[in-house]
């Protein structure tokens, strides 16, 4: 998922896999690449034994047809509020997200994300996971936010494992371990790449930065509007054991 360390996983990847590891996303903003998508790679690249991209939807693919090991990170909504601001500054207005982080300093660049719902940092991990545009494609209308939870949810619970970038060491054993099924010299090697921020703080720390930032209110507020995240990002952390001090 978009700055959720991706470019990290990445690099494993093309490490291991060389030819046979490619990066997939369609040119349309907010397209999506769903399973039969992936289907139609593997058919077109034989060879084809990782794939990454920004774009997926789920469902995954008939594990009887392509059995997949998905490899997925979820981030504190605020970590990645400003992982994704400091991003799309440097890169410029390469979309209209990018370009509300050019014209903004930080804090009217918040308050500009909340006042439209936007989806690059305001519940992103849930309107991704949920498979919402897919439903949207195939009814004409998104499923309400409480819905797309729920959905969300179900899906990550149906994967063996989703980790925490704040807990990146612990997917890369868990990773490592799986993969070695298939692949058993496969090393996941320590890498943090595409960094925007100094280092992973945890998200307390994470929260007091804001907190000076932002002030209080705006904190709040951005919370608020990040209900479906928080609530995915908890449950999730609880799944991997992990005690969140927040």
């Known amino acids: 998922m978009f700055k959720n360390a991706g470019t990290s996983i990445e690099r494993v990847l093309k490490s291991y896999f060389g030819d046979r590891w490619i990066s997939f996303d369609k040119p349309e903003r907010d397209a999506m690449v769903s399973s039969e998508d992936i289907n139609t790679l593997i058919r077109s690249k034989r060879k084809l034994a ?22 997925l990170l979820l981030r504190t909504p605020w970590a990645r509020l400003r992982s994704v601001y400091e991003f799309d500054r440097q890169r410029g207005p390469v979309n209209p997200a990018a370009e509300i982080a050019r014209m903004h300093d930080f804090p009217a660049y918040v308050d500009e994300m909340i006042r439209l719902n936007h989806p690059t940092v305001i519940n992103t991990h849930v309107r991704q996971l949920s498979g919402g545009k897919r439903v949207k494609d195939q009814t004409g209308k998104r499923p309400d936010i409480e819905t797309e939870t729920e959905l969300a949810w179900d899906f990550v619970k149906s994967l063996f494992y989703v980790g925490l970038v704040e807990r990146f060491d612990d997917a890369r054993v868990a990773w490592q371990r799986e993969i070695r099924s298939y692949y058993p010299d496969f090393e996941f090697f320590d890498v943090h790449a595409n960094r925007t921020i100094d280092k992973v703080v945890s998200p307390l ?17 951005f919370d608020m509007a990040n209900h479906a995240d928080w609530r ?5 952390a609880r799944r991997c054991g992990v005690k969140l001090c927040t």
Not at 206 to 212: A, E, G, Y
């Open 232 to 236: 995915l990002y908890r449950r999730t």
């Open 50 to 71: 990782a794939l990454s991209t920004h774009q997926f939807c789920p469902p995954l693919p008939d594990p009887d047809v392509v059995p997949t090991i998905p490899l």
């Open 205 to 221: 720390t994470m929260k007091n930065i804001l907190l000076k930032e932002l002030g209080r209110k705006r904190v709040t507020a």
